[in-house]
């Protein structure tokens, strides 16, 4: 079964950190890319940080300096470190996998992230 379960949501002050993980099932992580999206309450869902089979990250400007997003290939687990935390970063965050020979996506349940000031 495809499986994308997200974990290490919570509550923190702004300035604090979080670290997310996702543990994906072997047959979407293995060669595929990985990414985190977020959601905030009347917004529309936005990538927040991708990562290739091969390493290479891109990030969306807001998180740049402040977010790192890691995978571990032999656990099949993506990472995303989130440090200097902003009230503006609570969002539901929802890990990605894009199978690109079949322009498919996998998401995860979400896990929610809330900063306050």
């Known amino acids: 079964q495809v499986q994308l379960v997200e974990s290490g949501g919570g509550l923190v002050q702004a300035g604090g950190s979080l670290r997310l993980s996702c543990a994906a099932s072997g047959s979407i992580f293995s060669g595929n890319n990985m990414g985190w999206y977020r959601q905030a309450p009347g917004k529309q869902r936005e990538l927040v940080a991708a990562?290739?089979?091969?390493?290479?990250?891109n990030y969306a400007d807001s998180v740049k300096g402040r977010f790192t997003i890691s995978r571990d290939n032999a656990k099949n687990t993506v990472y995303l470190q989130m440090n200097s935390l902003k009230p503006e970063d609570t969002a539901v965050y929802y890990c990605?996998?894009?199978?690109?020979?079949?322009?498919?996506?996998?998401w995860g349940q979400g896990t929610q992230v809330t900063v306050s000031s």
């Open positions: 990605n996998a894009y199978i690109a020979a079949v322009s498919y996506h996998y």
């Open positions: 990562i290739t089979s091969g390493g290479s990250t």
